[in-house]
């Protein structure tokens, strides 16, 4: 294995390098001996989805030093850009990194710098998003189950319009497998139960592009022929209500959507949103760091993950896949407010203060 003490800093748009102590063998489980450290390289999408720096990246690299205190982390944010990414792959092969997880940008484009990886005996953990290549280790959440959670949650809020009512579906980026996913265990609930009248694919998930493309279908489908939207992350859902909203369409026809992020809470208690789907950050975190450290130390995967997946080349790896949480106005209390990802006092700022009131929230 390389050693963690290089002679050039990784020439990665952001770095960030854990603090040394005295030998892996202060962190949890760590067998390592001295002169054994090793370098992580953390390789994320993009900084404008909320959770990547403000969620993801803290909880992996804590998990990353509980269990190798002089492990060196090296991190990067992609930019939403795939040529930037498959950049800091190259950089951090060229580094010799001792093992890499990666939140791709785009699972399929970066599968030529995963078998480049492989090819250097770097391996690569594959967080989040299933990338292609010859990935060591996945962790995610069960994206079907996902998908289920928000077709089931999609029909409740449409009542007796969920027999028969027309939804237009707002699907994630189609070089993303997750999105499919979440597509599929959608469709599972939804189709011959409802007229799926528009559907789009959304690359990079832009928010923009949800809301060209819900302009577009309500001026085919009219305003009032529009009874449900399925928006596979909480960023499709604002570009959606945003369309919804600019075409004066009222009321608001219930729209699914995932991550929970704050704004998209905010949008749950002031009636624009009807759900998310919440991924407690820290299972996934936890798994993906131990994962990493084990892969840097040439250890099995097997002792961390508890399932296998097959990729796209047929092969399957080591797997963590962990289970969603729905949560609509009803439940935001006993699973964000109690896990502390947000705080009342955050969700219901002015001017939601009434709105929160009336659920029951303060």
């Not at 951090?92 to 791709?104: C, K, N, P, Q, T």
């Not at 809470?265 to 990493?292: H, L, N, S």
Request: net charge neutral.
């Amino acid at each position: 294995m390389n050693s963690c003490v290089r002679g050039t800093a990784l020439a990665l748009a952001v770095v960030s390098t854990a603090v040394s102590l005295a030998s892996c063998g202060s962190g949890a489980g760590d067998t390592s001996g001295p002169g054994s450290a090793r370098t992580i390289g953390v390789l994320l999408p993009d900084s404008t989805t909320a959770r990547w720096e403000a969620r993801d990246r803290p909880l992996l690299e804590q998990r990353i030093r509980q269990l190798c205190g002089d492990c060196t982390i090296e991190h990067a944010d992609a930019k939403g850009d795939v040529a930037i990414q498959q950049e800091q792959m190259d950089a951090s092969i060229a580094h010799g990194v001792d093992a890499i997880v990666l939140a791709a940008v785009d699972a399929r484009a970066i599968g030529a710098s995963v078998r480049r990886a492989a090819a250097a005996h770097i391996p690569v953990i594959a967080y989040d998003r299933l990338a292609e290549g010859p990935i060591s280790g996945y962790v995610s959440y069960d994206g079907q189950e996902v998908g289920r959670l928000q077709g089931k949650a999609l029909l409740t809020a449409m009542g007796a319009k969920a027999h028969g009512g027309r939804i237009v579906m707002m699907n994630g980026d189609p070089g993303d497998p997750n999105a499919l996913s979440f597509k599929q265990g959608a469709l599972s609930e939804l189709q011959g139960k409802v007229t799926i009248a528009k559907q789009y694919d959304t690359p990079l998930w832009s928010r923009q592009t949800a809301a060209l493309n819900m302009s577009g279908a309500i001026s085919a489908l009219g305003a009032d022929r529009i009874d449900g939207v399925y928006a596979a992350n909480d960023g499709l859902a604002a570009g959606s209500i945003a369309a919804l909203r600019a075409d004066k369409v009222s009321p608001l026809p219930p729209v699914t959507g995932q991550d929970a992020e704050l704004s998209a809470v905010r949008r749950i208690v002031g009636g624009e949103q009807y759900m998310t789907v919440y991924k407690p950050f820290g299972p996934e975190a936890a798994a993906g760091g131990a994962m990493a450290v084990a892969a840097a130390r040439g250890q099995r995967l097997d002792a961390v993950a508890t399932r296998r997946v097959k990729t796209r080349s047929g092969a399957e790896v080591p797997a963590v896949l962990l289970t969603p949480v729905s949560v609509t106005l009803a439940t935001i209390k006993g699973t964000l407010v109690k896990d502390g990802v947000y705080t009342l006092g955050q969700i219901c700022a002015p001017p939601l203060a009434g709105d929160c009131h009336k659920a029951g929230l303060t």
